[in-house]
């Protein structure tokens, strides 16, 4: 019998657009997030960066709300939400002329931000079950990293051509991507499933689910490495190896398509492997990355450096992409339905604490001795995939099962 196709199932088209239009606004700005805000504001950096962390802070409480709200009512009016709200902070950009002003828009920004992540998993979830749950998520990740490098090069265009006018109009492109992704889950058409009736349990429910925060645990150490190529290489590159700036696009770009076009060929690699088995295997090859990076500052300077980060890049990427998609799914599956946004939630936190983290971590960690920065990340995810591989017995069958399409 011919495995059930994506096309079948109503509303993941409008979906996948809306998630490829989101994107592709985030590509427009995220690669020059504070630059872009202190050209769009007038702002000095300093004051800049303390609203992006202060507002990064605040938006970590816009994961536990956003899974209350995704029970209560549903994950797709949850998400249409996160982009209602990023809109409108995105258009606000431009009229900012202040601190309080900032923190305002950025703390709107980063809950949004914040909320998106759950509710999109949750809509996910009501969308596809098993194997064409994998598939989804697959399709996500690939579409989300092609438009995301295509919003960076459009990003680089406008700003080249219009100078710094160029700033506020990827504010107001950013504002109108966001429109433009809440308006096709709008379409109209038959909707997801309703969610099942509340579960009173809620937030203790989930903190009782030790298999469950076992997990989390484990993705915390996942995340972290994830943030890597964003926050670590660029400090290691440049002030430990000596190699030039103009490196980090490149290695970014590399990592960017690889990630685009490997994914659905990593997924079919891995239709067969349960997926516990998977995320831990990619730990082993995100070690490899760690030591990888290590190595290379034993290099000589100059070519054999720079092909010490290409490869070490290279690791690091392939180990991204065995991580991403089985540790989406299995989140997803692991959560009983009535508190699936709740799960999620938590889940997702783990990138929210990362982002607060890993910037002075990194840095703290590089200043004192560079490889214990390497020896730290991987002493963290060795223990993360030997813990997945004992929650093979311990989650839901249902959850850890190969998705075998």
Known sequence: MASPSLT??????????????????????VPLTLLFIHEVTGLPMTTVGLGVTVAAVVGLAANPVAGTLIDRFDARRVLIGTYVLRAAAFAAYPLVDGFVALLVVAALIAAGDRAYHPASGGHVSALAEGALRDRLYTLIATARNVAFGLGGLLSAGVVSLAGTTGFAVVALMNAASF?????????????????????????????????????????????????????????????????????????????????????????????????????????LILMAACAAYAATALLPAGLPRVGGLLVATLVLTFGELMHTVPSWALAAASAPPALRGRYLAIYQQTWALAAVLAPAGFSALLDTAPPLLWLTLAALVG???????????????????????
Request: aromatic letters at 6%; one cysteine or more.
């Open 179 to 283: 429109t433009l992704a809440a308006a096709c889950l709008m379409l109209p058409g038959r909707r997801a499933p309703a969610p099942p009736p509340r579960n009173p349990g809620g937030y203790r429910q989930v903190f009782a689910d030790r298999p469950f925060l076992t997990l989390v645990a484990a993705e915390q150490a996942y995340t972290l490495i994830h943030l890597i190529l964003p926050v670590a290489l660029p400090v290691y590159a440049v002030t430990v190896l000596g190699v030039p700036p103009a490196l980090l696009g490149v290695l970014y770009a590399i990592n960017t398509v690889l990630v685009a076009a490997g994914q659905l060929p990593v997924r079919r690699w891995q239709r067969h492997a349960r997926r516990t088995h998977a995320m831990a295997l990619s730990g």
């Open 8 to 29: 079948s199932v109503v509303g993941v088209r409008p979906f996948l657009v809306g998630m490829f239009v989101d994107a592709l606004g985030n590509g427009l700005y």
């Open 383 to 405: 223990p993360a995939a030997l813990a997945l591989l004992r929650l093979t017995r311990r989650l839901p069958p249902a959850a850890v099962a190969p998705p075998q399409a």
